[in-house]
């Protein structure tokens, strides 16, 4: 016995030294004398940080200004696009976004509905134009004289060869638009790539992939659609940052089909025009003893000034032309 403790003691005295052991114990102390001051632990160099992959989306489609002014012209290019289209007044209104993966958004689909998958290059990845059963078969029966139903029959399994023709125009369009409405910021160019009636048959993406859904309300009278653009997370992740910048709009080039007819409308309308010549300041009593023929002696500028439905907008010279009494435009109004 005393022959293996001695072996013992020996093999402890190699591996670790006295001082050795002091230092671990020392340390030990002084992680658990932090830990407990402090109450948490703070994530640092070394230290691992949650990261919950399930609210990606919700985190990610927060704070991008730009990408919703973005969603904004493109509700508007929409709206003109369907008018040109279907020949009814509609109105497009922009939601807003949710996060969602593409299996739980496949879920929330009924059948039928217009599901196309797009390329947005030079974006990456594959994004999604989805038009629902309402909204097709509104516009099918739109498009060929019909009445729109605030309802549609609800057993119906897939479109008719008329309603595809229609959800096929709808789709050309919306490529369009998409790509005028995001010119100003990015040079996008959609592709179709396929289209899929059936929900259960739409499967050309990871299952998992998180999607940033945004829908956009289609109202007609007495009915509405809905029209969604689900985009992938590692499609909007690199431009991030540019679509986090504070947006200010800029005038647009495209001014829409109406915009020649009133600018025409508005140049014809007759506006009334006046100026004053002279002013004069008399006291009420002064006023109340004026008679016929009496003469008030008026200050008149050089300067006199033209008003457009009271409003002033150029300075001039007041004379004759033909006969006529009048003035002579010499330069314009600068207002604030």
Same mark, same amino acid.
């Given at each position: 016995?005393?022959?293996?403790?001695?072996?013992?003691?020996?093999?402890?005295?190699?591996?670790?030294?006295?001082?050795?052991?002091?230092?671990?114990?020392?340390?030990?102390?002084?992680?658990?004398?932090?830990?407990?001051?402090?109450?948490?632990?703070?994530?640092?160099?070394?230290?691992?940080?949650?990261?919950?992959?399930?609210?990606?989306?919700?985190?990610?489609?927060?704070?991008?200004?730009?990408?919703?002014?973005?969603?904004?012209?493109? =509700?508007? %290019? !929409?709206?003109?696009?369907? #008018?040109?289209?279907?020949?009814?007044?509609?109105?497009?209104? &922009?939601?807003? @976004?949710?996060?969602?993966?593409?299996?739980?958004?496949?879920?929330?689909?009924?059948?039928?509905?217009?599901?196309?998958?797009?390329?947005?290059?030079?974006?990456?990845?594959?994004?999604?134009?989805?038009?629902?059963?309402?909204?097709?078969?509104?516009?099918?029966?739109?498009?060929?004289?019909?009445?729109?139903?605030?309802?549609?029959?609800?057993?119906?399994?897939?479109?008719?060869?008329?309603?595809?023709?229609?959800?096929?125009?709808?789709?050309?369009?919306?490529?369009?638009?998409?790509?005028?409405?995001?010119?100003?910021?990015?040079?996008?160019?959609?592709?179709?790539?396929?289209?899929?009636?059936?929900?259960?048959?739409?499967?050309?993406?990871?299952? =998992?992939? %998180? !999607?940033?859904?945004?829908? #956009?309300?289609?109202?007609?009278?007495?009915?509405?659609?809905? &029209?969604?653009? @689900?985009?992938?997370?590692?499609?909007?992740?690199?431009?991030?940052?540019?679509?986090?910048?504070?947006?200010?709009?800029?005038?647009?080039?495209?001014?829409?089909?109406?915009?020649?007819?009133?600018?025409?409308?508005?140049?014809?309308?007759?506006?009334?025009?006046?100026?004053?010549?002279?002013?004069?300041?008399?006291?009420?009593?002064?006023?109340?003893?004026?008679?016929?023929?009496?003469?008030?002696?008026?200050?008149?500028?050089?300067?006199?000034?033209?008003?457009?439905?009271?409003?002033?907008?150029?300075?001039?010279?007041?004379?004759?032309?033909?006969?006529?009494?009048?003035?002579?435009?010499?330069?314009?109004?600068?207002?604030?």
């Amino acid at each position: 016995m005393a022959d293996s403790d001695k072996g013992t003691e020996t093999d402890s005295e190699e591996v670790l030294t006295q001082e050795e052991i002091d230092a671990l114990l020392t340390s030990v102390e002084d992680d658990d004398g932090s830990e407990a001051d402090s109450g948490t632990i703070v994530p640092g160099i070394g230290h691992v940080r949650a990261f919950d992959f399930s609210r990606q989306g919700q985190s990610l489609s927060a704070g991008l200004p730009l990408l919703n002014v973005i969603h904004e012209r493109f =509700a508007l %290019q !929409l709206c003109e696009s369907i #008018f040109n289209t279907l020949r009814c007044s509609n109105n497009v209104k &922009f939601v807003g @976004a949710r996060g969602a993966s593409f299996t739980d958004y496949l879920h929330t689909l009924e059948l039928p509905t217009h599901i196309n998958f797009i390329n947005l290059k030079p974006l990456k990845g594959i994004a999604l134009a989805v038009f629902d059963n309402n909204l097709i078969t509104n516009a099918t029966s739109s498009f060929f004289g019909g009445s729109m139903k605030q309802e549609v029959a609800a057993e119906k399994q897939d479109f008719t060869p008329s309603e595809m023709r229609i959800g096929n125009m709808l789709l050309q369009r919306v490529m369009s638009d998409l790509q005028v409405s995001w010119k100003a910021d990015i040079e996008v160019h959609p592709e179709t790539r396929q289209t899929e009636t059936n929900p259960d048959f739409a499967q050309l993406m990871n299952p =998992a992939e %998180q !999607l940033l859904v945004n829908r #956009f309300d289609i109202v007609f009278e007495g009915t509405q659609g809905i &029209f969604e653009l @689900a985009m992938p997370m590692a499609m909007i992740e690199p431009y991030r940052e540019q679509f986090s910048v504070t947006y200010q709009a800029e005038k647009r080039e495209d001014q829409g089909t109406w915009a020649p007819v009133i600018i025409d409308e508005l140049k014809a309308t007759s506006v009334e025009l006046s100026s004053t010549l002279g002013t004069a300041q008399l006291s009420l009593g002064e006023v109340l003893k004026l008679n016929a023929g009496d003469i008030i002696p008026m200050e008149m500028s050089d300067t006199v000034t033209l008003y457009a439905e009271g409003v002033p907008i150029f300075d001039g010279e007041y004379g004759a032309f033909n006969d006529n009494n009048a003035i002579k435009i010499r330069n314009k109004k600068h207002r604030p």
